[in-house]
Nanobody, 124 residues
Framework: EVQLVESGGGLVQAGGSLRLSCAAS????????IGWFRQAPGKERVGVSW??????RYRDSVKGRFTISTDNAKNTVYLQMNSLKPEDTAVYYCAATRKGDSRYFMMAFYYDYWGQGTQVTVSS
């Protein structure tokens, strides 16, 4: 059974940093793409970053501030978030898909498995 569990969220001041973790079980990273998404109150869930076989991408608003990485030994994906802004406030989710078309990796509909989410709040 595929399971994803996020952790690492919290309250931070603008300019601060957080590292989110997504602990995965039931599958190998070699076969799946992993995405990070976020959803602010009243807004749609949007892609933040994805990683697949060492290739990664970021949405424009987080480029240069966020970094996605994997630790295959721990079966964990990380999202290092630096220089956080109030507009980064959202619930962050990790997700996994075995489908392989990278054109859709930033789209929530393409993912089959989701974690429960972790709240990130950035105060101004």
């Amino acid at each position: 059974e595929v399971q994803l569990v996020e952790s690492g969220g919290g309250l931070v001041q603008a300019g601060g940093s957080l590292r989110l973790s997504c602990a995965a079980s039931g599958f190998s990273f070699d076969d799946y793409a992993i995405g990070w998404f976020r959803q602010a109150p009243g807004k749609e869930r949007v892609g933040v970053s994805w990683i697949s076989n060492s290739e990664d991408r970021y949405r424009d608003s987080v480029k240069g501030r966020f970094t996605i990485s994997t630790d295959n030994a721990k079966n964990t994906v990380y999202l290092q978030m630096n220089s956080l802004k109030p507009e980064d406030t959202a619930v962050y989710y990790c997700a996994a898909t075995r489908k392989g078309d990278s054109r859709y990796f930033m789209m929530a509909f393409y993912y089959d498995y989701w974690g429960q989410g972790t709240q990130v709040t950035v105060s101004s």
